[in-house]
């Protein structure tokens, strides 16, 4: 019988120390910059009194064999309630070192009123992404987007302390280029891009537009509302400036598409200063934002010195108001092709809630499945 004892820390070393033994990463040369950022987040929540927070670390004999956080976020919520969060959860294969962990987090979660926990929920999501991987190991680590050891008996773990793996999620590469949909889009609608100055400019209207794409009959179960907002343009800051460098020295826009509206987008704006992955639907009339796609270029490329040609499609909003009218497809579209203007060719939608069925109407015929990921649940007694 393995004698554990579990402690709460805040020493960076020991925290490094401990992501260093039981972090797995499948790509070895991203693990120390995926630690760094780990532990630059955790000291700056630490310091914010705006979060609760504990990182819990196991030991057997002075040798760390486990590692946790709890986190109750200002803004996250799970169907539209406060819901405490476990995350970044590693341990040998040892039943005896998880329950105790997520004992620890249970208790912290109780003793601040709080009778539901989820997890994985790895914040900052840009960086772990929601959830513990069961199926696309195979596949490359894509920024945003949650990574785990496929030998890891954690599922089974949850499983027995009585955890109910209560959302799945999808991604999704997409193989069809041309959504058809947006052929049939207003004359009223007006699509453009903003550049880093003008997202930071128009944060509160995006914020408004989530709001009004993301509410209504079927509440999302994991949702960070605007801290998500601002780290999605935070990661467009982190982007080497060889990135936004247009690929096509004599750019001509009926190269790629005769759609006018595509064309006076691309035309109407500075290419290399605007960000190509968040696309702009307007009302013309009103000038109001009434769309939005917020996909994030695969940084993990970049810290590897690789060009980034991946492109992680965190978020397509389309304001409820304007459904059907073939905004979504618009955006990824102009998107897709948009994109490619700087060496993009690999597109994936993530965290596809498969019970949201707006989603799963609109993005499955598009492409097909090849990761799975499975937020595990818990009522607290």
Not at 71 to 78: F, G, K, M, V
Not at 241 to 257: A, G, Q
Not at 276 to 298: D, E, M, Y
Not at 348 to 369: C, L, M, Q, R, S
Request: charged content about 25%; aromatic content about 12%; overall charge positive.
């Amino acid at each position: 019988m393995l004698k554990i004892e579990i402690h709460e820390t805040k020493d960076n070393r020991e925290i490094r120390k401990a992501l260093e033994l039981l972090l797995h990463v499948s790509k070895i040369q991203l693990k120390e910059n995926i630690i760094n950022n780990l532990i630059e987040y955790f000291d700056r929540v630490i310091r914010d009194e705006k979060y609760k927070f504990k990182i819990f670390i196991a030991c057997t004999d002075d040798i760390i064999c486990g590692f946790v956080t709890s986190l109750i976020h200002p803004t996250y919520r799970s169907y539209g309630k406060i819901c405490g969060t476990f995350g970044w959860l590693n341990c040998i294969n040892s039943f005896e070192v998880c329950e105790k962990l997520l004992k620890y987090c249970e208790n912290f979660i109780k003793e601040n009123k709080i009778r539901k926990i989820r997890g994985n929920i790895n914040f900052p999501k840009g960086l772990g992404g929601l959830g513990i991987q069961v199926e696309g190991f195979n596949e490359e680590m894509l920024y945003g987007v949650s990574f785990s050891d496929h030998n890891s008996q954690i599922p089974l773990y949850l499983k027995k302390l009585g955890y109910k793996p209560e959302s799945e999620y999808i991604c999704m590469e997409v193989t069809q280029k041309t959504w058809k949909a947006s052929h049939k889009i207003s004359k009223n609608i007006r699509l453009d891009y903003f550049t880093l100055k003008e997202l930071w400019e128009k944060k509160e209207q995006l914020h408004d537009l989530i709001g009004k794409s993301f509410q209504g009959s079927f509440p999302m179960p994991d949702s960070s509302g605007r801290y998500r907002l601002e780290e999605i343009i935070k990661t467009y800051e982190k982007l080497p400036k060889s990135y936004f460098k247009i690929i096509e020295e004599d750019f001509d826009p009926k190269k790629y598409t005769n759609i006018k509206s595509y064309q006076d987008a691309w035309i109407g704006c500075d290419l290399e200063k605007c960000v190509l992955s968040v696309p702009i639907a307007f009302n013309r009339n009103t000038n109001k934002i009434i769309g939005a796609c917020l996909a994030i270029p695969n940084l993990f490329q970049s810290w590897i010195g690789q060009p980034i040609n991946q492109l992680n499609i965190d978020t397509v909003m389309v304001d409820k108001d304007y459904a059907g009218k073939g905004i979504f497809s618009a955006l990824n579209n102009i998107g897709q092709i948009g994109t490619s203007f700087n060496g993009i060719d690999y597109f994936e939608g993530t965290y596809i809630w498969n019970k949201n069925p707006d989603a799963v109407k609109a993005i499955f015929p598009h492409g097909k499945p090849i990761r799975k990921h499975i937020v595990f649940q818990k009522r607290i007694k």
